[in-house]
C-alpha cells in the first residue's frame, strides 16, 4: 500500500529529505547546485536578494523561469550600472514579455541598489556578522522561515530606505549562503 503511495507521489513533492520549496525541475537543480552554496560575494548575494524579492506573491520555480532575463534586465546584478538605470530604463524592460514584468519589483531592485552603492554596504558582512552564530538545524522541517536575526537585520536595513527584504527574504538568504544550514542526523 505505501509503495503504491509513494509511486503516485508527484516528482518533486515535498519530503523531508530537501526544503518544501522544491517543487519542480529547476527549484530542484537550484537546490542541488546552488543552495546553501551560494558565494558570499556582492554581487551574488544582490542576485539572491533580487530573486526573492521578485518571488514575493509567485513561487520560486516561476522566478527561476524568468531569472536570466531578469538577470539581463538587472546588469547581471552589477550594483553601480543598475543603480543608475532611470524610471524610463526601467519601464522598458516591464515591457519584454521574458521578464517578470512587475514594474514595483524592477524599482526595488534598482532603488536597493542604490541604497548599497550610497552606504557603500558589504552584503557578505552583514550577512556573516548577522548569522555567524547561528545554530543548525536537524532536518528540513525545522528551518526556520525567520528568525530573530533577520527581524532585526529587516528593521536596520529599512531604516536605511530597502525594500522588500524583510524578515523572511533575509532568513531565506542566509539559508541560500549556507549560514542557516541543516545538518541531518543519522
Known sequence: MIEIHLQQTHKYAPSLAR???VRGELTETYYRKEWSQVSLVQEEIF???CL???????GFETVLKHRSAIATALCNFDLDALANLTDE??????MDPAVIRNL???RACRDNAQIIVKHEINLAQI??????NYPTVSDYESLPQYCEESIELAKELTGLGIKFWGPTVLCSVAQALGLIRVIEEN
Open 47 to 49: 542576485e539572491q536578494l
Open 52 to 58: 526573492l524579492t521578485f518571488q514575493v506573491g509567485l
Open 104 to 106: 514595483q519589483k524592477f
Open 19 to 21: 526544503p518544501r520549496w
Open 127 to 132: 550577512f556573516m556578522d548577522t548569522f555567524e
Open 89 to 94: 530604463d526601467l519601464i522598458k524592460i516591464c
